[in-house]
């Protein structure tokens, strides 16, 4: 049974770009969580992703996504990413 490790990413972004930068996360792979938290580090959204997910899903999160980039004028987004 191979053991998969993980490691984190953090982007910042405005919140016009907020919903572009989740959209090419999402389409990259590999990635097992996405964290939006506002300018003071406090998090605002927690997005989990598993094998699987189907557009359908992400429909809704993506939703709310763009009301939070209309809400935050900073983001950072954190990233945790699988390694193989």
């Known amino acids: 049974m191979s053991e998969n490790r993980t490691?984190?990413?953090?982007?910042?972004?405005?919140?016009?770009?907020?919903?572009a930068k989740i959209k090419e996360l999402i389409h990259a792979g590999n990635i097992r969580r996405i964290i939006i938290k506002n300018k003071e580090g406090k998090t605002?959204?927690?997005?989990?992703?598993?094998?699987?997910?189907?557009s359908a899903v992400l429909v809704p999160t993506l939703a709310a996504v763009g009301a939070?980039?209309?809400?935050?004028?900073?983001?950072?987004?954190?990233?945790?990413k699988i390694e193989d």
Do not use: C, K, R
């Open 7 to 19: 490691h984190t990413e953090e982007f910042h972004v405005n919140g016009e770009q907020l919903l």
């Open 44 to 54: 605002v959204m927690e997005i989990p992703l598993t094998i699987g997910v189907v």
């Open 68 to 80: 939070i980039a209309a809400l935050v004028s900073e983001a950072t987004v954190v990233v945790e």
